[in-house]
């Protein structure tokens, strides 16, 4: 078995999330806390029912201030080193339910800056125009103007790079390499990087001028770079954000435990066209049986199963139905064919729809943009 | 005797230039050389002749492009890290003599980062208004406005990070640890910023969108930056900078190797007033004997006189009324006191002019900010 190896930027091994929350010092959501957020809000989404959002840190404290009457901000991201992925507006469209559920106001910063220097074969111009592609994939999710401001980084360095400074000055060379596998061949640039993506969480304090709480759901292979944020946090005086941490989306081949955007065959864009997506999911990786005959007998393997797993995390929400599916694949009647063909329809519906909103995006994408209407240098 | 260290961050023991060309790399500015310079421009600044301005890379060749109608740019700056200094005046003054005699553009950069990040007991609010008022200081040379863009760092971060990660992405932390003689216990950003002061050496070039070659004028201690500028420059496929380096102008206490912006007891600042610049001479260092009765007998000694080399260096261009000043120290008619009263007087003279033209430059100091009227992020 391959050795697990989760931070920003490498993941690999077959992932044992219990053994990171151990590591990490995450705590899991458990039934207590989802019961609290339910309170809070009236509902549960199914990506909190089914486990996909499974750790956190503080988020029954920063329910606790919510219940006063306390508002916070949601902060997520992007780093666009391909096109746009189902995996990616997984979590997207959580945050949007959160950002609904909770009426608080989002940003959104995607780190063209990061994927630029952490890889050695795209230039900034490409990793740019990823991140305006990536920006109008999540403006399409229905945010209102003003409930979200877009952060290219390369765009909005006038705001974030006083900020940043603030950060860098207390985080050591030391601790930034041993956070993110770095080391001394590793490049000045990629290092400081993660003061750039610590930077949103501070905007809205600093905007309102008082402590505002903020949430960021992320994926469980960011932890590295909020532990280090949430231990500046406190230096600077600010309150420590509190997290929420997903799981990783499969992607489409076997074995691939997290769905990569710079790979066209495991990845399912949202600029994909119908027949891109009937193709893709075809050849997706199931928990099927040799033969037909096989698989009728004995039944497929659905927790094993990449396809099944886009119904579980994405395209059936309806618990019922999903459980259909489940006894239909483990009993035999549901072969891997229709089912892959009954989800890349599901998938083409909600895409259809989504680039839609896509591409109405394109004309309102300035208005989302972070402006600079208070000053992060003069703050001290 | 202290041992010799010279880098950005720290002038110690009694600096034996020779030995820095050696050490750096760079050439003496010889005879030839300072003829090639008249040649090209009719005159030689007292600073050439006077061996102030005493090395450099690659000037030669920069003439000899300059002599076949090739223009370059000058680039200097400022880490604000305290006032204004005659010291800091002095080389500026000679930036402008450059820029008037090749009729050429200067970018003039003022590093806010930097000191914030260096310093621990200086925050941002402070060195980015120190930066404003060292602005001023440089703008009242008289600089056109259509030939000086002023580069306030945190305040241009949006034109200077898209180029500044461009640069951070060829440097490793090895080599910049080595460099400027930092270890793990630095903090990111301070080894992140040789990369913002990189920048305007390539400014021009993407703005014209061709390589324009480029001469930075600047005190011997910030050689270790340019070096590794030099570097990358080629790995951009840009030109290299051409460097022209001067020596240190002394402060006012004893051993004062270099004129200290941060200690008031060892620099002037440009916005001293008359009694404060006469107190200050009054107290500094000279070549004087210990009774007046010896001086007439003996005579002072100049070239171990901080009075003196602010004569030599600064305040008296005319080589003749310098000899004449020499000499009647040596002899023992100049007696201390009245000398340093003359050197007040001179200060006082250039000083009060230079505030008038400081408080002017007020009211149009926004005009000589860098305009984001090109594109450094999508350029490769």
Redesign the interface.
């Known amino acids: 078995m391959v050795k697990q190896i989760v931070n920003p930027y490498e993941v690999k091994g077959s992932i044992d999330y219990d053994k990171l929350v151990d590591e990490f010092g995450v705590s899991k959501i458990n039934n207590k806390l989802l019961n609290e957020i339910e309170k809070n809000v009236g509902e549960l989404h199914f990506l909190l029912r089914r486990g996909y959002f499974f750790s956190h840190r503080d988020l029954d404290k920063l329910l606790k201030r919510y219940s006063k009457g306390e508002k916070f901000v949601l902060y997520t991201g992007r780093g666009p080193s391909g096109s746009t992925t189902i995996g990616h507006l997984l979590s997207w469209v959580f945050t949007k339910w959160l950002a609904d559920k909770f009426d608080v106001k989002t940003y959104f910063q995607i780190t063209d800056?990061e994927k630029?220097?952490f890889n050695p074969n795209l230039?900034?111009?490409?990793t740019?125009?990823l991140a305006y592609e990536a920006a109008l994939d999540f403006i399409a999710l229905g945010f209102k103007e003003e409930n979200l401001d877009v952060i290219v980084?390369?765009?909005?360095?006038?705001i974030?790079?006083?900020v940043?400074?603030?950060i860098?000055?207390?985080?050591?060379?030391?601790s930034?390499?041993a956070s993110m596998g770095?080391?001394?061949?590793?490049?000045?640039?990629?290092?400081?990087y993660?003061?750039m993506q610590s930077v949103p969480v501070f905007l809205e304090s600093i905007r309102q001028k008082k402590n505002v709480p903020v949430l960021i759901p992320y994926g469980i292979d960011q932890d590295n770079h909020f532990r280090l944020t949430r231990d500046v946090a406190e230096k600077l005086g600010f309150l420590k954000p509190f997290t929420i941490n997903c799981k990783f989306m499969p992607g489409l081949k076997s074995n691939d435990g997290k769905m990569n955007a710079s790979d066209p065959n495991s990845a399912i864009y949202t600029t994909d066209d119908e027949k891109t997506v009937i193709n893709k999911i075809k050849k997706a990786q199931t928990g099927g049986r040799e033969t037909i005959t096989e698989q009728k007998k004995l039944g497929g393997r659905p927790k094993e199963c990449n396809v099944y797993s886009y119904y579980d995390l994405f395209f059936e929400p309806d618990d019922n139905k999903l459980k259909t599916i489940y006894s239909n694949c483990v009993g035999g009647s549901l072969l891997c064919g229709e089912c892959k063909l009954m989800l890349a329809n599901k998938v083409n519906v909600f895409l259809k729809k989504h680039q839609i909103e896509r591409h109405k995006a394109k004309s309102k994408l300035k208005n989302y943009f972070l402006k600079k209407d208070f000053d992060t240098?003069?703050?001290?």
Do not use: H, M
């Open positions: 800056d630029f220097l230039n900034l111009t490409e740019n125009k980084n390369t765009n909005a360095a006038d974030l790079y006083p940043a400074i603030r860098a000055k207390k985080l050591t060379l030391s930034v390499k770095f080391n001394d061949s590793s490049n000045i640039g990629i290092n400081f993660t003061a240098i003069r703050i001290d």
